[in-house]
């Protein structure tokens, strides 16, 4: 039995990894810390699991790896702290807030022989590993260019908070598309242009829009748009879409098009039911393995790393009103 254990729910996606456990075969969600000690033990009580307030004590247990799902300025601390106690780490995207501080944690968990991955879901959604492979195949020839998207609705609360988050949807969501070009790619972004700001919900501290031109490697050019341009209501955290340009053909994907729309009366809102595989199953299984198997997981700390770098960059670029490199 593998015993994992979550550090902090303050990211929402805390909850469908704490489920995605609760369904592996020979996975065990054995333990919950939060320094928001009352969230903790409501979530403890949720799922059924001991509560620790102290951290020490939480990182002396016999979890064998940690999720860490704290506010992305808190992700080093945590992340130093759970490598010292030797534990496997999968820390929520954006690995960091900064380079300097990505490249450190990456940097620790080597030393320490532990095991740090990124959590990047889009890499277990089945239409991504499928083009993947199609374009690594050769299906559409050399690749030219790519459109892509993720909008989602605005996640409130720290998200707002500069201090907390390192900045807006422009970094809540281009990392997602980042690492999976890179992936499905296999080239890294050399160039970015990014024009961000508050156009929708004023006053919120940081930007909820994002457009950006990339290139990458290979001249391919890249245009992105990062958002919390949904409403409400919107059924899940964004759309993740991509239209990829190759010499012998077009593909676009759509990652969370598995689904079913459910009118729900009952909650006033349009709800989408996957019939699909779970992406963050997938992150968290893989997550499992690589404890077992003594391996980085499938997206790892430089990944992570990689994809702070663009949005570092991008950033950067906003700022300047110019093109930088990453």
Known sequence: MTKLGIMSFAHMHAYSYAASIKQLDGVELATIWDDDAARGKTVAAQYGVPFHADLNAFLKSDV?????????????????????????????????????????????????????????????????????????????????????TNNGSFPGGWFADEAQSGGGATMDHTVHVA????????????????????????????DDVGSLHLEMEGGIKITHVASWNRAKSFPTWGDVTMEIIGEKGVVTVDAFNQKINLYNDEAMKTQWVGFGDNSDFGLVRDFANSIRERRDPAASGVDGLRAVEVTVAAYKSAKRKARVTV
């Not at 999968?90 to 991955?117: N, R």
């Not at 890179?182 to 929708?200: K, P, S």
């Open 64 to 148: 064998e790896g940690v999720i860490i799902c704290s506010e992305n300025i808190k992700h080093r601390a945590m992340t130093e702290a759970a490598a010292n106690a030797g534990k496997w780490i999968l820390c929520e995207k954006p690995l960091a807030t900064t380079i300097g501080d990505a490249q450190a944690m990456v940097d620790l968990c080597k030393s320490k022989g532990v095991g740090l991955g990124t959590a990047f879901p889009c890499r277990h959604v089945p239409t991504l590993m499928a083009v993947k492979v199609e374009i690594a195949d050769g299906k559409y020839g050399q690749i030219y260019a790519a459109t892509c």
């Open 179 to 206: 690492d999976a070009l890179r992936w499905m790619l296999g080239r890294e972004f050399t160039q970015v242009y990014c024009e961000c700001d508050n156009l929708i919900r004023h006053g919120i501290g940081t």
